[in-house]
């Protein structure tokens, strides 16, 4: 039987050629600023989100613009202060993503918490395998190698486009958990939930008009929500439950959410409203660190109506 798992990619001979020199420069960078405390990264992180607000206005502005349809009811001027901590955020999530690939297991131990593990116990104890639906944060990144270190998990997995950022990023993310499926491979995700293992899998992304129910999002009545999330849920011997990356004072935590016992067991569109209601509670609890540069409500429920974004 064919391994699910990626291959995992091999160093080359030519990433030593100048071609890459410019990406092993940045490569050397992250992981010296890696080692600074969390602290003296956090003011680092302030000067990054300064730079975003001038070299990428594009994406600055569709954050800015998911803070509005998300969160219509609150003053522009919070939305701006929400907006800035964000990008603080975004700052702080390069060095995250170094900490996560590079950083030695002692000290994402010391850095990382988790909470909220009781509900996996007991999911696995029940023979099942743990559906667990991450939310897309900036700190994802590291948030996966601290849940590594608690309990080994799956996860899919989509390449980089360059192939020394893919070496770094496979081999990076392998470090604490069990292994990475290709992003298309429904079902090597199913096998190893049938297998009662821990997956992570992105429930909150716009993955286009076919795969797609329109359901509301925060101020969006017609939110392009992926139907995947259900078809999982049903397909596989799991139970559902939403876990998250939050910021604390001193670190990070991941925090699992009680189980959806009910979702599969639903209507799609009354299981995808009340999956995206659960998704908005958690997000409120730490709006700036979700990933709102992403055009999360692109895609319409038809082609011919007009863009959100425009």
């Not at 960078?29 to 990428?56: E, Q």
């Not at 893919?166 to 392998?174: I, V």
Request: proline content about 6%; some cysteine.
């Amino acid at each position: 039987m064919t391994s699910p798992a990626i291959q995992p990619p091999s160093f080359e001979k030519r990433f030593l050629a100048p071609t890459f020199w410019p990406t092993w420069l940045g490569i050397a960078l992250l992981y010296i600023f890696s080692w600074l405390p969390i602290r003296v990264l956090r003011v680092f992180a302030k000067g990054i989100a300064w730079l975003l607000r001038k070299l990428v206005k594009k994406r600055v502005n569709v954050a800015r613009r998911n803070l509005a349809l998300t969160f219509p009811d609150m003053p522009h001027s919070e939305r701006e202060v929400l907006l800035q901590r964000h990008l603080e955020c975004a700052g702080m999530a390069v060095f995250e993503l170094a900490i996560g690939w590079w950083a030695p297991a002692w000290r994402i131990r010391r850095l990382g918490e988790v909470e909220g593990f009781e509900h996996v116990e007991r999911i696995i104890a029940q023979g099942k395998g743990v559906f667990a639906l991450a939310l897309h944060n900036m700190n994802l990144e590291l948030a996966c190698r601290i849940l590594g270190y608690h309990h080994p998990s799956i996860a899919f997995y989509r390449k980089h486009n360059n192939p020394l950022i893919d070496y770094m990023q496979y081999h990076g993310r392998n470090r604490s958990n069990k292994y990475m499926i290709h992003k298309r491979n429904a079902r090597a995700l199913i096998n190893a939930l049938d297998q009662g293992e821990l997956c992570l899998y992105l429930p909150d992304q716009d993955y286009g008009r076919a795969q797609s129910v329109f359901v509301p999002f925060g101020g969006v009545a017609e939110t392009a929500t992926t139907g995947a999330t259900l078809m999982f849920a049903r397909r596989a011997n799991c139970i559902p439950l939403i876990v998250t990356s939050q910021y604390t004072r001193s670190g990070y935590k991941v925090k699992f959410y009680p189980p959806l016992l009910t979702f599969a067991d639903k209507e799609d569109t009354q299981a995808l409203t009340d999956l995206n209601k659960d998704i908005e509670s958690i997000v409120k609890e730490q709006p700036e660190s979700y990933l709102w540069m992403h055009k999360r409500f692109k895609t319409r429920p038809q082609e011919s109506d007009p863009s959100l974004y425009d």
